[in-house]
Structures are given as structure tokens and as C-alpha cells.
């Protein structure tokens, strides 16, 4: 084995410098006099991940837009490899993938791919088995084991992202922004390869999201975005830690309460401290909608653990409607676990499954459950979800999940002044449920109780809740549009 003489040897210092992809500097974007991004600074290198994360209204999307060319900022100065340029020449080398496919379903993997390139054929008719064979040829390289004559509409939503990352590589694409792209796909095995391949070609990648976690796993260096404009960058490494309160610093200010809202505080939290989390303090008002976010991922299991046992609290208090809870069971705290499989009983009546929480509603004085009560429950239930197509049944077994999740919200429609822990409910939203969601929240808030959302995915339930706040180990801190 031999070894390089010391002079051969790179000290840090004598590293050569990355080179410089692009850089952007004072980037505004202004639509009906309102500045939607207010002078950003960003610059990204050749081959390297840049992560951006930013909170729902941050504008990471429309940056995205921007460098993309599909939209024109109002001004800013912009830089591709280290010479002026418009932000038309960056967008020409710059390819978007977001959530939601730009793929035509109808049509093959090689077919897709060949609609963006037939201009270099100058002609319409092109051998197919020609395109077979560079699609093929495109996708070894690339580590892919899709099929090229598989139709779009039978691909999974990763191996779709992997094709239109195919696609964006074809093209010369220099800068590749995943925008908003879940988290099961950059887990995926043949991501992980072509990711690593393609950075080693020079090929520089930004990454959007609101999910520090996500970020964390394929970022080189992670920008911070808030107010319309970028905050902080860090290096993306172990020693590096992200301080909430100077990322999101914004002091605790209640708006006030809504119509439906009585305005009284339900439930206050003064200096709690119990495992990781220190000195943690907020409160919320009765008739309200509250989203706890939890950005990291990794605390508000406790939190909710000290709500529900406060005697394993360091330190801190715990009060509900002003008076201080010291041990577990205290009936105004109610948790949501969204576990919809293991709370519908299928051999069980629609009757019997919205009323089962509720058994105490539906019985008379000496606990002989009333049929007349419980018929009423059913119809409130069935008119309230005429619309949706929700009829009685005998059984609910291979209930759809819109249904399923209608049923379950019901029985928290009949509870008043209680504290409702609503626990990762994003795991069941789509365009199918969303509204069927947001409408049940509301009306439980209406009857006088207290609706807090704890989730790790903010963007889904942004639009569910009147009030966000932003937890961390050391902080919690109140996230609005404006500063």
C-alpha cells in the first residue's frame, strides 16, 4: 500500500472551491400591492441538495414558480455560473416536480418522455423502437426499473416522480425542485441512487417543505424562509441546531376570539418542563380550533403525555377552566387518536356506533338505554350527512373511509365544554374528506369545547384551524402570515 507524500495532501483550506450555480439576490414578487416575497437572498452550488423549509404562506412555492419560469419576479438581481443573467436563462435550465404529476396518464412512460423531446427529431413520426431503446437505455443509467411501455396511470406516485426526474435529467436540466413531495418517496430505494448519481453529475437539487425531518435527510445546507424571505441558512450537520425562536420569533399574541368563541381560556399551561420539553407556556379559549405543529417531530407525544398525567410533570401547571390539575383523570381532557380502523365496530349498527361513546346521552335515569334517543341520534347524523350519500346500515363492515370518518367525529358532536386532542388527523385527509372534517371540528367548537390539533404535517391542516402554533423542545410560538 502506498501513501501520498504530505505535499499531495489537501488541507481544508486548500479544498477546492464548489462552483456557484446560481444566486439570487433581493428577489421581490408584488401581486395587487402585496409583496409576496419580500427581497430574498438564496445561491446554491453545482451537484449540491438544498433544502427550503418554510411554514404554510412562506412563499417557498412561488420561489419555486419563480425559478422554474412560471412566474416573473417584480425585481431582483440574478446570477447563472457566477455571470448576470435574467431569471429567464436560470429557468431554462431548471425543472419543477411537484406533488401533483404533470405526467399525461393516458399515455407510456416512453411516450411521455418523448412528447418533451420530439422537437430534436424535427419530425412527428419517430421509430418507436428507437425510443424504446433510449428510454432504456436512459433508465439503466439512472438505476430505474420501471417499465418504458407501462402506461402513466398504473404507475405509484414515486415511481411517477422518479419518471419526471427521467424526464428533467433528459432535458439538461441543471437545477431539479422537488416541491412539497411526501416523504414515502425520498425514502424510496431507487430515489436514494439516483439522487446520489445525479448530484455526482453536477446536477443541484431544492427541496421544499415544511418538515425540518424530511429536510434533514437528503440536504446539503437548509434555508429557513418566513415573512416572504429567507431568515437563516445553516449547514446540515449534527453539531447545527435549529432554534425555533429565532427562526419563527414572533412573541404570543391571542387575536381575538372568533363569534363562536365565548373567550374563555380553557386551558392554560404556565412553565411546563417534563422530559425534553422546558418551560413551555401557552393557552386556549373555549370554542376555538387550535393546530399544535409539531416541527421536529419528537414532542408532542409528550406534551400530550403531561396533559393527560400531569403528576409526572418536573415542574409547571396545568389549568382547565382556572382550576390546576395535579393527577390523571381529569374529564375535560378528551383525546382524538384518529385510529379509524380500531374505532368503528363492524358487526355494529350505525345506531350503535355513533352512540357507543355516548351510551350515558341515550339512557334514562336508571341506565335502561331509550331505542327513541338513540333514532334521534341517527337522524341528526344521517341528515347532517345526506349530501355526502351516508344512509343507515345494519353493519359496517368495508365502510369507505369518508364514512368512516363522519362516524367517528359524530360521537364527539354530542360533548360540551371538553378539551378534544384531535392527534394526527392529517393521516385522513383528502379532497374526499377534507370538508367532511373541517365541518365536524367546527361544529364540536360551536358547542362550546375546545378543538386542538396536534400534527407533524402542517400544510394538510393549515386551512382547518382559526390559530397555529409552533412547538418545539424549548418554545412554543405563535405562527401568522404576517410578521
Not at 387550535?290 to 407525544?301: C, M, P
Amino acid at each position: 500500500m502506498t501513501f501520498p507524500c504530505p505535499e499531495e495532501i489537501l488541507m481544508p483550506e486548500e479544498m477546492p472551491m464548489p462552483e456557484e450555480l446560481y444566486r439570487i439576490q433581493g428577489l421581490c414578487f408584488q401581486k395587487d400591492h402585496s409583496c409576496l416575497i419580500d427581497h430574498l437572498d438564496l445561491y446554491q452550488y453545482k451537484g449540491e441538495s438544498l433544502g427550503l423549509m418554510g411554514l404554510h404562506d412562506s412563499g417557498k412555492t412561488l420561489l419555486s414558480l419563480i425559478l422554474s419560469g412560471q412566474a416573473a419576479p417584480s425585481e431582483g438581481k440574478f446570477y447563472y455560473e457566477e455571470n448576470p443573467a435574467s431569471h429567464r436563462i436560470l429557468s431554462a435550465s431548471t425543472a419543477l416536480v411537484q406533488k401533483n404529476s404533470s405526467l399525461i396518464p393516458s399515455l407510456t412512460v416512453m411516450e411521455n418522455i418523448f412528447v418533451i423531446r420530439r422537437h430534436k427529431y424535427g419530425t412527428y413520426l419517430v421509430h418507436r423502437k428507437l425510443i424504446l431503446h433510449e428510454t432504456l437505455n436512459w433508465m439503466r443509467e439512472l438505476g430505474l426499473s420501471i417499465s418504458p411501455q407501462e402506461k402513466v396511470c398504473n404507475l405509484t406516485k414515486t415511481e411517477q416522480y422518479l419518471v419526471e426526474i427521467l424526464k428533467a435529467y433528459i432535458l439538461g436540466a441543471k437545477l431539479i425542485i422537488l416541491d412539497d413531495i411526501p416523504l414515502s418517496f425520498f425514502q424510496a430505494p431507487q430515489f436514494s441512487g439516483m439522487f446520489q448519481y445525479l448530484k455526482a453529475k453536477s446536477i443541484s437539487f431544492l427541496i421544499t417543505s415544511c418538515d425540518i425531518n424530511q429536510l434533514q435527510l437528503f440536504s446539503d445546507r437548509i434555508y429557513f424562509m418566513a415573512d416572504h424571505r429567507t431568515i437563516k441558512w445553516i449547514y446540515n450537520e449534527k453539531r447545527n441546531t435549529v432554534d425555533i425562536s429565532t427562526l419563527y420569533s414572533r412573541p404570543i399574541i391571542y387575536r381575538e376570539t372568533s363569534s363562536q368563541a365565548s373567550g374563555e381560556i380553557s386551558l392554560r399551561v404556565d412553565g411546563l418542563c417534563h422530559d425534553s420539553l422546558y418551560n413551555i407556556s401557552f393557552h386556549l379559549h373555549e370554542g376555538e380550533i387550535v393546530t399544535i405543529f409539531d416541527l421536529f417531530r419528537n414532542v408532542s407525544s409528550q406534551l400530550l403525555d403531561s396533559m393527560f398525567h400531569p403528576q409526572k410533570t418536573a415542574s409547571g401547571s396545568i389549568s382547565v377552566y382556572g382550576q390546576i390539575i395535579k393527577n390523571e383523570g381529569c374529564h375535560s381532557l378528551i383525546k382524538a387518536g384518529f385510529e379509524l380502523d380500531d374505532c368503528i365496530f363492524e358487526p355494529l349498527p350505525t345506531r350503535d356506533n355513533i352512540c357507543i361513546s355516548n351510551y350515558r346521552k341515550a339512557a334514562g335515569p336508571l341506565g335502561i338505554l331509550k331505542q327513541a334517543r338513540m333514532q334521534y341520534m341517527e337522524q341528526a347524523f344521517l341528515a347532517e350527512y345526506e349530501t355526502e350519500g351516508i344512509k343507515a346500515r345494519s353493519s359496517c363492515r368495508h365502510l369507505p373511509k369518508k364514512e368512516k370518518l363522519a362516524m367517528y367525529l359524530y360521537r364527539y358532536e354530542f360533548l360540551r365544554k371538553k378539551i378534544i386532542f384531535c392527534v394526527n388527523p392529517e393521516k385522513y385527509i383528502d379532497y374526499e374528506t377534507f370538508y367532511v372534517l373541517k365541518n365536524a371540528l367546527q361544529r364540536i367548537a360551536n358547542n362550546g369545547n375546545t378543538v386542538c390539533i396536534i400534527t407533524c404535517d402542517f400544510e394538510k391542516v393549515y386551512a382547518l384551524a382559526g390559530r397555529h402554533l409552533i412547538l418545539s423542545s424549548d418554545s412554543i410560538q405563535e405562527y401568522t402570515k404576517n410578521g
